[in-house]
C-alpha cells in the first residue's frame, strides 16, 4: 500500500524554510512521504511570508494554482500572512485551513492524520519552544540533502518603522543551547553536510535566555559537535557582529563560513533614521571593514530597501555610492511596501512607482556588477566547496564555496555520484554575469 504524500511550498526567507523543514519531520514520522516532482499530492502546505504586498499577492495566487495542481488534496495556507491576516487568504478559493505560526507544528500534524486517516501523535516529538524548528529523522528520505537550516531564534526585539515581522512573530526568543546542540547533531547524523544557522534577528541568540548567553558561545559548543562539517550564519544584524564573533569566525580554520548577510537598508543616515534602524552608515561601514580585514575572502552580502517615504534623488544616490565603497559583494533588492500596522505606512512623501521601478532596476544592476567583480576576484584560484546532490545529467555538480559563491563543478569526465555531498578543492576557472565554473583541484 502506498504511504500517502505531501508537498511543501515555501515562500519568502531561510526562517521559513526551517519552519517548513520541522513540520516535515512530523510528516513523515506519521507514515507521509514526499509526492513526486510532477504527482498529485494528499497534503499541500503553503508556508507564506507577509514582508511586501507583493508576497501576499504571490501567496494568493500560487494558492489558486496549488488548488488547480492538487484537486483533492487538502491544502493548508500557514506563515506570516497566514498569521498577519488569514481573512485574506480565507476569500481564496480552495484553501481547507489556515494556520497560525504559534499552532504550526502541532496542528498541522493533526490535520494531516484526521485527514488521511493517520494515527495522530506517531512517531512526533516535542520541538521546544519555538515549535517547528529543523529537527530531522536520519532517514532515507532526508538524506539525499546536503544543507539544512536550523533555527535557533524566533522573532525579534527591534521596532524598524516599516517591518511588521515583530508584530507577526512575536519577541526574540532562543532554542536553549541544549536544544539547539541536539538538534545539530541530529541533522549531522541524517547526512548533512552544512547547517546553517537561522532566526529572525540570529545574532541577537540567547539574550532572552537564564542565565543570559551568547551566539558566540553556542558557536563555541558546536564547532565542537563530532563529525560537524560547515556552519554557516544566515543574517546578522550590524551591531551584532561584535570583534569577538568576528575574530571567532576568523580562527575558525572554515568551521564557520567566511561568509555574511549583513542588511543595510539604506546607504543614507536620514532614511536609517527614519527607518529606526539602530545604527548609522559609519556603525555599517566599521562592521564591514572589521570583517574584511579579518576574513579578506569573505562574502559578503546586504538587504536594501528602495522607495521608503520621503526617499530623495540625493538619498538614493548616497545608497548607490555607500554600496559601492563599503565592500558589499551581493545585493538583495527590495521595494518598499507598506505594512499595515507600521510606522512608515503613515509616513508622508510616498515615491511613485516609476521611480521606484528604475531605481531598484539600478540596484540590482549594482548588485550584479558586484557580484561578477567578487567572482572573477577568485578566478585562478582554489576554495573549499561543497558539493550539492542531484546529479545534472552533464557531467557536473552543483557546489558551494564557503565563501558563498554557487558554481558548477566541471568533473572532466568523473562519475559524479561518488563525488556527491562532499567538501572537495576546487579551482574556479571562470566568472561571468551567468554564472560560476570551476574544475577539481
Known amino acids: 500500500m502506498s504511504r500517502p504524500t505531501y508537498r511543501f511550498v515555501t515562500l519568502g526567507c531561510k526562517l521559513n524554510q526551517a519552519d517548513s523543514a520541522g513540520i516535515e519531520s512530523r510528516l513523515r514520522a506519521l507514515g507521509m512521504a514526499r509526492a513526486g516532482e510532477d504527482a498529485a499530492a494528499d497534503l499541500v502546505v503553503l508556508n507564506t511570508c507577509t514582508v511586501t504586498h507583493l508576497a501576499d499577492r504571490e501567496a494568493r495566487q500560487i494558492a489558486r494554482r496549488l488548488r488547480r495542481a492538487n484537486p483533492v488534496a487538502t491544502i493548508i495556507a500557514t506563515g506570516c500572512y497566514a498569521t498577519r491576516d488569514p481573512e485574506a487568504l480565507r476569500s481564496v478559493p480552495g484553501l481547507d485551513h489556515l494556520v497560525p505560526l504559534s499552532e504550526q507544528a502541532d496542528r498541522i500534524p493533526a490535520i494531516a492524520a484526521a485527514a488521511l486517516g493517520l494515527p495522530s501523535g506517531a512517531g512526533t516529538r516535542d520541538l521546544g519552544v519555538l515549535g517547528a524548528t529543523a529537527v530531522c529523522d536520519a532517514d532515507a528520505e532526508i538524506t539525499d540533502r546536503t544543507r539544512a537550516f536550523l533555527k535557533i531564534q524566533d522573532g525579534c526585539d527591534l521596532r524598524c518603522s516599516y517591518c511588521v515581522i515583530p508584530q507577526v512573530r512575536g519577541g526574540s526568543r532562543s532554542v536553549p543551547p541544549h536544544a539547539a546542540i541536539d538538534r545539530l547533531s541530529q541533522l549531522i547524523g541524517a547526512g548533512f553536510r552544512e547547517i546553517v544557522l537561522t532566526g529572525v534577528n540570529t545574532g541577537d541568540y540567547g539574550r532572552d535566555l537564564d542565565p543570559p548567553v551568547s551566539l558566540l558561545d553556542l558557536l563555541r559548543r558546536a564547532v565542537a559537535v563530532p563529525g560537524a562539517g560547515r556552519l554557516r550564519l544566515n543574517s546578522l544584524e550590524p551591531k551584532t557582529v561584535t570583534d569577538d564573533l568576528v575574530a571567532f569566525l576568523a580562527a575558525s580554520g572554515g568551521a564557520v563560513a567566511p561568509h555574511l548577510q549583513v542588511p543595510l537598508q539604506s546607504g543614507a543616515d536620514t532614511v536609517l533614521s527614519r527607518m529606526r534602524r539602530n545604527y548609522r552608515t559609519a556603525d555599517y561601514l566599521r562592521v564591514m571593514q572589521v570583517l574584511r580585514g579579518a576574513l579578506p575572502d569573505i562574502g559578503l552580502g546586504a538587504d536594501v530597501i528602495v522607495g521608503f517615504p520621503g526617499e530623495s534623488n540625493a538619498e538614493f544616490e548616497a545608497t548607490c555610492r555607500f554600496i559601492e565603497s563599503a565592500g558589499i559583494n551581493y545585493l538583495h533588492v527590495f521595494s518598499w511596501s507598506p505594512r499595515p500596522g507600521t510606522p512608515a505606512a503613515s509616513l508622508p512623501g510616498i515615491v511613485q512607482p516609476a521611480v521606484v521601478r528604475d531605481r531598484s532596476a539600478r540596484l540590482r544592476d549594482l548588485g550584479r556588477e558586484l557580484s561578477v567583480r567578487f567572482r572573477r576576484s577568485f578566478v585562478g584560484r582554489d576554495r573549499i566547496v561543497l558539493t550539492l546532490r542531484g546529479d545534472r545529467g552533464d557531467g ?46
Do not use: Q
Open 396 to 441: 557536473m555538480l552543483r557546489a558551494l564555496t564557503d565563501n558563498f559563491i554557487d558554481l558548477t563543478l566541471d568533473l572532466e569526465g568523473r562519475d559524479p555520484g561518488p563525488l556527491a555531498n562532499r567538501f572537495l578543492r576546487a579551482r574556479i576557472v571562470e566568472a561571468t554575469e551567468s554564472g560560476t565554473r570551476a574544475v577539481l583541484a
